[in-house]
């Protein structure tokens, strides 16, 4: 692997404990203004500081992300369909190489849908971006499995991962399922993160989280368990207890709780 390439893997997921927490918060470029993100900027400001990299597309970055920060960025560059559309993610490539590079940008991220009647645009498109994003030494994070009514079972997660990191994918982000995550690692030869999906109670969101790294997985690319928790930065601080310092999901609960607490009594 190239410096560069090398360098940039490295800033996403962390050489001290080769893990990672980013943070998602690029739902609205299907979405639009989702609950928590209707203001992107004052969602992330406080949870920068504990966020390992920043999931988003490049109009959130410009508007609302100052320049300033040190945090990696994961540029989102597939979309071209809504919320409203039969064909949610029939997605295509949104922003070139070259708008990623002067984002300076340390990753870009593509949605392929495997299984969708439109699966053959969508891998081709990974397999286009992962040819430009080589050629820069930028590594191309391949999201899976996001979308309605899909099957999110073991069978299907090591299938659509294991495609994504034939055709290149450096990083592959998916869901967590039981039974057989271990499979879905087991079978990606590439790093594996995991979604949050919908809101849950945070002590499930923790759990999840705590046994998708115990089967494997290198971190989380989470988003809505975070920025829609009532208590946000407790949320990303006890995911970062479970991702970097090995805590157990009780501990990461109790750690959450105590955090939340103490915001109350500040407030
Ligand atoms: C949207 C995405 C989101 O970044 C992904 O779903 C992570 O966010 P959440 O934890 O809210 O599911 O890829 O296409």
Redesign the pocket.
């Known amino acids: 692997m190239d410096w560069g390439m090398r360098n940039r893997m490295a800033r996403i997921i962390k050489p001290s404990t080769g893990r990672t927490v980013m943070l ?4 609205g ?3 639009g203004p989702t609950t928590g993100l209707e203001n992107v900027g004052r969602a992330v400001k406080d949870l920068l500081p504990y966020a390992d990299a920043l ?1 988003l597309t490049r109009g959130i970055l410009r508007h609302d992300i100052n320049p300033h920060i040190d945090t990696p960025i994961i540029l ?1 560059i597939s979309g071209g369909t809504s919320i409203l559309s039969e064909e949610l993610l029939n997605e295509g490539i949104t922003t070139s190489m070259k708008e990623a590079i002067r984002l300076n940008v340390s990753g870009v ?1 593509f ?1 392929i849908t495997v299984g969708a009647k439109w699966e053959r645009n969508t891998i081709l498109g990974l397999s286009q971006v992962v040819d430009e994003a080589e050629e820069h030494g930028i590594p191309t994070l391949a ?1 899976i499995a ?1 979308g309605k009514d899909m099957v999110r079972d073991a069978r299907y997660l090591s299938l659509a991962g294991r495609i994504a990191a034939e055709h290149g994918a450096r990083i592959v ?1 998916t ?1 967590y399922c039981e039974p057989g995550f271990d499979k879905v690692i087991d079978t990606c030869p590439v790093p594996v993160v995991i ?4 809101k849950i109670p945070e002590k499930e969101a923790l759990e999840m989280a705590y046994k998708a790294l115990q089967a494997g997985a290198v971190g ?7 920025f829609q928790s009532e208590h946000p930065v407790a949320m990303i601080k006890a995911i970062k207890e479970v991702v970097h310092n090995n805590a157990t999901a009780k501990e990461a609960y109790e750690f959450f709780e105590s955090e939340s607490k103490e915001k109350k009594v500040k407030a």
Request: aromatic fraction near 12%; proline fraction near 0%.
């Open positions: 998602a918060v690029d739902h470029y299907f979405l999931a989102r991220a949605s999201v996001v982000k869901y979604a949050g999906g919908k989380v690319d989470m988003g809505r368990n975070i």
